[in-house]
């Protein structure tokens, strides 16, 4: 009976069923954060316990954690567990809005210089050149300085500055597909290369600059925060993250200030590390090969 059996399964005429993916544990964990944060950002207006800036007291002022204000009371009493939440609310799409603003501008950079080449990809891979030059933080902060506080300058100084790794890893993926043999047999029948590009070259770069972005969003949130924390981002009383550290580092012993605001953005920053990862195991096979099992 056991050899039927192993004659069966092993048989030409008998596939053996497919192994199930392994789930990744920081993709999950990642993915459940964020999608814990984003639930905040939809519905907080409706639980928020207080206005995060309408809602002073100047007799409870500085007031640590307690049932009433479970994140304590900032220097114009106003609740700060209110403003850590209302503050998903501002750094999360700006984040998001960043990313995309920065792939759609540096993949059609980078598709354009690695596909069409030549003068082409002089011209515009010295622009980039030029920009990845410059440290990321001291361009934004002179980009920010330049056009005043507030959230939309802070997308354009974050765009500025994040644009020429997309359109650097693009021409590499592009450059790196177009001489594969499905795309010569798609040019050599005669198919026009715009439909080439799509069909036959953007597919296969998706995935990696997918995992890119979603790490990206972890760094922007950083670099969003660090505008604001020097003063150049949002403008009081914007509960947005970083601002509410800075109102803190005024404040050394009264630390709620400061600490629950810097706690959001460790997590959503790990988070977005986290499915950045996991991604990057699903999307990877060189990777996931050489990677120990233990870790997947």
């Known amino acids: 009976m056991t050899e039927t059996t192993s004659t069966i399964a092993t048989s ?3 596939s053996t069923p497919k192994k199930r993916p392994r789930r990744s544990v920081t993709l999950t964990m990642g993915t459940v954060v964020i999608s814990g944060w984003v639930l905040v950002t939809l519905t907080v207006p ?5 206005d995060p800036v309408k809602d002073q007291d100047l007799h409870h002022r500085l007031n640590g954690p307690s049932g009433a204000h479970w994140f304590g009371t900032d220097k114009l009493g106003r609740d700060v567990f209110s403003r850590v939440m209302y503050g998903a609310r501002i750094s999360l799409p700006l984040a998001i809005s960043s990313v995309l ?3 759609l501008i540096g993949c059609t950079i980078g598709a354009a210089a690695g596909f069409f080449g030549k003068w082409v990809d002089e011209a515009l891979m010295r622009i980039t050149d030029v920009t990845l030059s410059f440290p990321a933080m001291v361009l934004a ?3 920010a300085a330049a056009l005043g506080p507030g959230i939309r300058n802070v997308v354009i100084a974050v765009v500025l500055v994040t644009w020429p790794e997309y359109a650097r890893l693009m021409r590499g993926q592009v450059l790196s597909i177009k001489g594969g043999d499905h795309v010569k047999a798609a040019t050599a ?3 026009r290369p715009g439909r080439v590009f799509r069909r036959h070259v953007l597919p296969f770069c998706s995935a990696v600059i997918g995992v890119k972005a979603t790490t990206d969003l972890g760094v922007v949130i950083l670099l969003a925060a660090g505008l604001s924390f020097i003063g150049v981002g949002a ?3 914007d509960p947005e993250w970083g601002a509410l550290v800075s109102d803190g580092r005024t404040s050394i012993a009264h630390w709620w200030i400061a600490t629950f605001p810097g706690l959001a953005i460790l997590t959503v920053v790990l988070a977005f590390n986290f499915i950045g990862d ?3 195991d699903r999307y990877d096979p060189y990777h996931r090969r050489r990677r120990p099992k233990k870790w997947r």
């Open 189 to 191: 029948i005669g198919c």
């Open 12 to 14: 030409p005429g008998h």
């Open 235 to 237: 403008v009081p009383p």
């Open 141 to 143: 902060l002179a980009i």
């Open 46 to 50: 409706w639980w928020a316990p207080f």
């Open 278 to 280: 996991g991604l990057r």
């Open 101 to 103: 603003l920065a792939v």
